[in-house]
Nanobody
Framework: QMRLVESGGGLVQAGGSLMLSCAAS????????MGWFRRAPGKEREIAAT????????YYADSVKGRFTISRDNTKSTVYLQMNSLKPEDTALYYC?????????????????WGQGTQVTVSS
């Protein structure tokens, strides 16, 4: 069974940057679409970014487009989310997820293996 562990969250000032990492164990990720999702206080979990199994295709929510970059290293079974120009509204619990039945997906329902999340807090 695959386990996903996120790291890299923290407290940062508005305009700052953070890089999140998601390390998979128990199974390789090279066949799976991977994604970063976030849940802000009082809101539902939403997609931030997804990446295809090969890494050639990416998808970003409009709210993060141009500021966040998702990438992956299948040899290390790791997915990254580089977050720049952070805003207070980016404050959320960020989750990594795998879609183990597909190599590409932009729909939350496709993602069936989840990490525990890492907190990102952006102060104004």
């Amino acid at each position: 069974q695959m386990r996903l562990v996120e790291s890299g969250g923290g407290l940062v000032q508005a305009g700052g940057s953070l890089m999140l990492s998601c390390a998979a164990s128990g199974r390789g990720i090279s066949s799976y679409a991977m994604g970063w999702f976030r849940r802000a206080p009082g809101k539902e979990r939403e997609i931030a970014a997804t990446i295809s199994a090969s890494g050639r295709s990416t998808y970003y929510a409009d709210s993060v487009k141009g500021r966040f970059t998702i990438s992956r290293d299948n040899t290390k079974s790791t997915v990254y989310l580089q977050m720049n120009s952070l805003k207070p509204e980016d404050t959320a619990l960020y989750y990594c997820a795998a879609a183990t039945r597909t190599n590409w997906g932009t729909t939350k329902a496709l993602y069936d293996c989840w990490g525990q999340g890492t907190q990102v807090t952006v102060s104004s």
